[in-house]
């Protein structure tokens, strides 16, 4: 299976303008994250899509890049938007604000990709506040590993366990967090984006609900990873801090 990764880079940004190119360690954000998709086995391309001539200006010296509409409402819908111009089977959407990407993380989503449309990775919630953090997704899976629900919302409720602490509850149940990486088989991808914007993906602003409410089923895979993401400029700082050990 030909497997690309696309990386959706945007320049404006409310709490971070400019964050693609904010430099870490001497190399603007994006190119760290291209450069773990480069140690990714499974990835045949590695694409850079924006709708900033800055961006594009900034990454074309060391990977390829892609122009888009600066009218796309979703990351999903600005690379289908790229994987329309592709001759590939299918698509990883890595997240641009993730210098630290585990590249084997890349290589579990795009390998469940063999045996179904979509997929996506999570990890344990360890920390009580992840637990109650609107900002943390959660997802709750079936027992053949597909995504039964995404919620901002602690899912599932334990019913014989809500009156003791958060950390007796995450004691009782293995609650997943939903890391932001999906795989697309490249038709399901270009399906999906004909959708409308669907009644729970409003609702709780999670573009992935959208599948999940048209029937296009989400593989999970289990990972043993934390994603490090840089939403801010603060967070520039404690990247840095990690990749110099």
């Known amino acids: 299976m030909n497997v690309i990764g696309i990386i959706p880079a945007r320049f404006a ?18 190119r760290h994250v291209v450069e773990r998709c480069r140690q990714a086995g499974s990835l045949s391309d590695v694409i850079v899509a924006t709708d900033d001539a800055r961006i594009r200006d900034a990454v074309q010296g060391f990977c390829r890049v892609e122009m888009t509409a600066p009218t796309h409402p979703s990351g999903s819908d600005r690379i289908a ?11 990883v959407n890595i997240q641009g604000d993730e210098p630290l ?13 063999a045996a179904a449309e979509m997929s996506t990775a999570a990890t344990p919630i360890r920390s009580p506040e992840e637990y109650d953090s609107p900002n943390v ?30 950390s007796e509850q995450l004691a009782a149940f293995p609650f ?14 270009l399906r999906l984006v004909r959708f409308p914007v669907s009644p729970l993906e409003a609702a709780e ?15 999970v895979v289990r990972v043993d990873y934390d994603s490090v993401g840089v939403d801010v400029p603060a967070d520039v700082e404690r990247v840095e801090r990690i990749l110099a050990g």
Do not use: M
């Open 101 to 113: 990407i585990d590249p084997s993380v890349i290589d579990a989503v795009a390998r469940a990709l």
């Open 205 to 219: 602003k999670l573009e992935q609900l959208r599948a999940l409410e048209n029937g296009i089923p989400i593989a």
């Open 176 to 189: 997943l967090k939903h890391l932001g990486i999906y795989g697309y088989r490249r038709e399901t991808l």
């Open 13 to 30: 940004s409310t709490r971070f303008p400019g964050k693609p190119l904010a430099l870490i360690a001497g190399k603007p954000l994006i």
């Open 81 to 91: 938007e790229v994987a329309s111009r592709c001759a590939c089977d299918a698509i």
């Open 137 to 166: 997704v959660k997802v709750v899976v079936s027992a053949g590993g597909q995504a039964l629900y995404f919620s901002r919302r602690t899912i599932p409720y334990l019913r014989d366990a809500a009156s003791g602490s958060v």
